[in-house]
């Protein structure tokens, strides 16, 4: 079993940055791909950015490239989502899952485990 927990959530101003942190507890995790999603008010879930554990490679949907960088303390079950030049269309409630498969992808529905989400309000 994985469970995920999101942290980092709040209300910023528009242009500030914000860091979220997704930490991963479970086990056969050596290979999993661990992805940040979004969900705005009124809007379906969307991808914004994945990491192997495998490799640390990383890949990112064209519209998050440039403000949005997904990261990974070391060799840690911990991986954040830095957010700069927020906008109040960031304003959503923010995700991580895991998917155990060693393949690096955005699919919402191939993400097995899930968080409970963070909300992120960017608001002046």
């Known amino acids: 079993q994985v469970q995920l927990v999101e942290s980092g959530g709040g209300t910023v101003q528009p242009e500030g940055t914000l860091k979220l942190t997704c930490t991963i507890f479970?086990?056969?995790?050596?290979?999993?791909?661990v992805g940040w999603f979004r969900q705005a008010p009124g809007k379906e879930r969307e991808g914004i950015a994945a990491?192997?554990?495998?490799?640390?490679?990383?890949i990112y949907e064209d519209y998050a490239k440039g403000r949005f960088t997904i990261s990974r303390d070391s060799t840690t079950n911990i991986v954040h989502l830095q957010i700069e030049r927020l906008k109040p269309d960031d304003t959503a409630v923010y995700y991580c899952?895991?998917?155990?498969?060693?393949?690096?992808?955005?699919?919402?529905?191939?993400?097995?485990?899930w968080g409970q989400g963070t909300q992120v309000t960017v608001s002046s």
């Open positions: 899952a895991a998917d155990r498969s060693s393949y690096l992808h955005t699919v919402e529905i191939w993400y097995e485990y």
């Open positions: 990491i192997s554990f495998r490799d640390n490679n990383t």
């Open positions: 479970g086990t056969e995790l050596d290979r999993a791909c």
